[in-house]
């Protein structure tokens, strides 16, 4: 038996979205702009961090390093001068 044009089964199969197949990789490159954010005793900024980790390997780029600081909670600041 058809389903009638109201009823549409596949809705109501519908679930949680999957995770996204770039998640994990997003929050490896995180911790890794992370490490390099140190290294650079916090004055690296999203396209230093973009070029760091596209050296790695990653397919990062300004804004998406940007975002990455963002979630991170990393800042870049400048050191002074003496």
Do not use: C, F, W
């Not at 770039?22 to 650079?40: F, I, Y």
């Not at 990062?60 to 940007?66: E, H, K, P």
Request: glycine share 8%; no cysteine; net charge positive.
């Amino acid at each position: 038996m058809l389903p009638r044009a109201g009823n549409r089964p596949q809705q109501l199969l519908r679930l949680a979205p999957a995770p996204r197949p770039g998640a994990s990789r997003t929050r490896e490159a995180q911790s890794l702009a992370g490490q390099d954010h140190k290294a650079s005793r916090a004055s690296a900024g999203s396209r230093t961090l973009a070029k760091e980790l596209q050296a790695n390997g990653h397919r990062v780029g300004r804004y998406m390093a940007r975002s990455l600081m963002r979630e991170a909670g990393i800042a870049s600041r400048q050191r002074r001068r003496h």
